[in-house]
């Protein structure tokens, strides 16, 4: 099994197949609009322009899990990430990333790569999760990891 193997939603609704990224690095992140690290999104959009045109994606799934941080509807968030951070990254309607209702996505991604002390739960929003160009997941990093922190970790993986 790898990331390839799961169907997710697009903020407009349309089921797509994460194969359409076989080949390429991903970055993984569980977003919110509303939280202390939503000015992450800025950095994520740099990262991702840096290195776009090199084989690499950030995967952006709002989740209204913590503390109700993200409650808008899929065009409000499209809207708000595009005004706010000039998002262009591709974004994924809003899903449940812990508990018994979290999509297979996330629960795959938290059991291949544990958090602190092995915790398979996501504790907060970003949350990020590196995926080699196989489909791998090879590293997770806390929601305080900026964006800039992991830039080494995804140039070494480009080729």
Request: hydrophobic fraction near 35%.
């Amino acid at each position: 099994m790898s990331i390839y193997d799961f169907e997710v939603n697009t903020l407009k609704g349309e089921e797509e197949s994460l194969s359409k990224y076989k080949g390429k690095v991903l970055l993984v992140v569980n977003t919110a609009s509303k939280c202390g690290f939503t000015p992450q999104y800025k950095g994520l959009q740099e990262v991702y322009e840096k290195f776009k045109d090199r084989g690499f994606e950030v995967l952006g799934f709002p989740s209204n899990q913590f503390a109700g941080q993200e409650p808008g509807e899929s065009d409000e968030i499209a809207e708000y990430c595009e005004i706010n951070y000039g998002v262009t990254f591709p974004m994924f309607e809003k899903i449940d990333v812990k508990g018994d209702e979290a999509h297979p996505l996330f629960k795959y991604l938290s059991k291949e790569a544990p958090g602190v002390l092995g915790s398979k739960s996501v504790k907060w929003n970003f949350t990020k999760f590196l995926v080699d160009q196989d489909g791998r997941v090879l590293k997770r990093f806390a929601p305080k990891t900026t964006p800039q922190q992991i830039e080494s970790d995804i140039s070494k993986l480009l080729k």
